[in-house]
């Protein structure tokens, strides 16, 4: 699945934000990698955020 | 459509199918709006429809029927082809017209929807570089609209392109279709509104602005985008440019008399129209001059008079004048006639006030252009060239031509106004406000009276205008509020759904590892 530009920012920000609250870093890291956000940022393009997205919300409801 | 129901016996009607097609006489009346061949139903027990029947023909009384419905009192006699059956319920048909006699009291004029004919549509099939181009998205398992499909083959037929050159282009148009293709949830809605709102600030407010063609003025800039906007039943300066057949376009002389024909000409435009106290009377004084400027005829005027509708009125000529006489004259009734005299239509079309024939030289073609408009008569006439006419009235090309027409010239219109004082705003912009204008099938203002007003959210309403007044009937009606869109949930303090809030996160299993 594509995500949109919105959906990426999403995603991204809920993830940086466990992390933030230290959550376990799912891949290996290089050692400056302080930043929350740069981290969740290489997990979204390594594919290992395990979040997504919940499309057409209204047909469930 | 029209049509009739009728209650008729089971026995009867047994032996009427047995017998089909049959001759079938009926004793009540049926209305001159319906001619044969008609599609009529039955009822058995009067609340439910049964039968459809087929009639060919209604044959003259005279007839001798094989069967009837009743023995005496026969009034036409039905040639009947087919019947069907069929399962409707009466409550499902409106009766629009009243009860036929006593005799016939189940027989009621009804309304129904006519399966439409089913017109042939007609496909404009696909050429060589079409199928080319559609055998390249296929094999990229990739898609474009139509109507793309056919400009790129249109031009690609230009440069003849070989098959290389030609999948480079289509992948090209791929490429740009994508990246112009929007987002969801992106907020188009008020990227469109600033996008329109800011060079319509630099807009003129000058409201008329004499256009290349003598005489005839236009509304132009803002005024003409807000009259556009607010979707008027009348332009305040409403135009025509009228196109011509082939056989008169490069006939300077028959075009001259064509726009003369258009013009509307009244009484008071040919005539003096007094009122005499003295004899109690009205005298129309005919300029002989400004008739043969017109080319109008005395017959004209006197015929135009004479459909008038006031009763008890005579008319005498003498020499260019005619005078007309009351049977019992009163002074009110002297001043109500000349008055409508004055305002008489004697020639032309209705509606148009001018018409200037121009010579165009970029089409080598004469064109006329009119003040007024009124598309339906003018399309009506000969020698107008039926698919290039034009007019600016928008709610006229609606009510002539249909919604999407409609679209196209709140669009067109849109974006003249804007270009002509130099703004160039992109069309999907005013595409965005076309298509919210007419969405519904209709052209609707935007604002108050149109889509804003129309929202299903109270809040959404009331935070547009007149608060008070939505607050106050939902509170009274008992509406509630399911707080879907933009300006609900800014009233109440959430994330509203646009952009990354409009976004629903949920746990993904992580893929297993192989």
């Known amino acids: 699945m594509k995500y949109t530009r919105f959906e990426k920012a999403r995603i991204i920000g809920a993830r940086a934000l466990q992390i933030s609250l230290g959550a376990p870093v799912l891949i290996n890291v290089p050692e400056n990698f302080i930043d929350p956000v740069d981290i969740a940022l290489l997990e979204f393009e390594k594919g290992a955020i395990p979040i997504t997205v919940l499309r057409n919300k209204r047909n469930f409801n | ?239 025509m440019e009228i196109y011509l057949e082939d056989d008169i376009k490069k006939d300077q002389e028959k075009v001259e008399i064509l726009a003369k024909k258009l013009e509307s000409t009244k009484v008071i435009d040919v005539a003096d129209v007094e009122i005499n106290v003295t004899e109690m009377t009205v005298t129309i004084v005919m300029d002989k001059e400004k008739m043969s400027k017109r080319r109008i005829s005395k017959n004209q005027i006197l015929e135009a008079i004479k459909k008038m509708k006031h009763q008890g009125t005579t008319l005498t000529e003498e020499g260019d004048s005619i005078i007309i006489t009351l049977q019992d004259p009163s002074y009110k009734k002297l001043y109500l006639i000349s008055e409508d005299i004055k305002n008489l239509l004697v020639s032309g079309i209705k509606g148009i006030e001018r018409a200037i024939v121009k010579y165009e030289e970029s089409i080598g073609e004469y064109k006329i252009y009119t003040q007024g408009s009124n598309l339906k008569s003018v399309l009506e006439l000969e020698g107008v060239d039926h698919r290039k006419t034009y007019t600016n009235d928008i709610m006229e090309i609606y009510e002539v031509l249909g919604v999407e027409a409609a679209r196209n010239a709140i669009i067109d219109e849109s974006i003249k106004t804007l270009e002509e004082q130099g703004l160039s705003v992109d069309v999907r912009h005013l595409m965005l406000v076309a298509d919210m204008m007419t969405f519904e099938g209709n052209v609707e203002a935007i604002g108050r009276h149109g889509i804003a007003g129309k929202k299903s959210s109270v809040l959404a309403r009331a935070a547009f205008e007149i608060t008070s007044k939505h607050l106050l009937q939902a509170g009274l009606l008992g509406e509630s509020d399911e707080l879907r869109g933009v300006a609900e949930n800014i009233i109440v303090g959430q994330p509203i759904t646009l952009g990354t809030g409009a976004v629903n996160l949920i746990y993904k299993y992580p893929e297993k590892k192989r």
């Open chain 2, 1 to 239: 459509m029209l049509t009739i129901v009728w209650k008729d016996n089971e026995k009867k009607w047994k032996q009427l199918i047995e017998n089909l097609p049959t001759t079938y006489g009926v004793d009540f009346p049926i209305p001159e709006e319906i001619k044969p061949p008609f599609k009529a139903f039955v009822t058995m027990d009067g609340s439910n429809i049964d039968y459809a029947v087929y009639v060919k023909d209604i044959l003259p009384k005279t007839e001798k029927p094989k069967l009837s419905r009743n023995t005496k009192g026969i009034q036409h006699v039905l040639l009947i082809e087919k019947v069907e059956e069929v399962k409707m319920h009466v409550n499902e048909i409106e009766p629009v017209g009243k009860k036929q006699g006593t005799k016939v009291q189940k027989i009621l004029l009804i309304n129904i929807e006519e399966e439409a004919p089913k017109i042939p549509v007609k496909f404009k099939g696909y050429d060589d570089f079409e199928n080319a181009i559609i055998e390249i998205l296929k094999n990229k398992k990739e898609n474009l609209p139509e109507s793309v499909i056919r400009e790129i083959a249109s031009r690609s037929k230009k440069f003849k392109l070989n098959k290389e050159d030609l999948e480079k282009v289509v992948e090209f148009t791929i490429q740009e279709y994508k990246k112009s293709s929007v987002d969801p949830h992106e907020a188009v809605g008020i990227v469109a509104a600033q996008s329109i709102g800011e060079p319509g600030t630099q807009l003129t407010l000058r409201t008329f602005h004499y256009a290349g063609v003598a005489e005839v003025n236009i509304t132009k800039g803002l005024p003409r985008l807000i009259e556009i906007v607010d979707a008027r039943t009348k332009p305040s300066t409403p135009t």
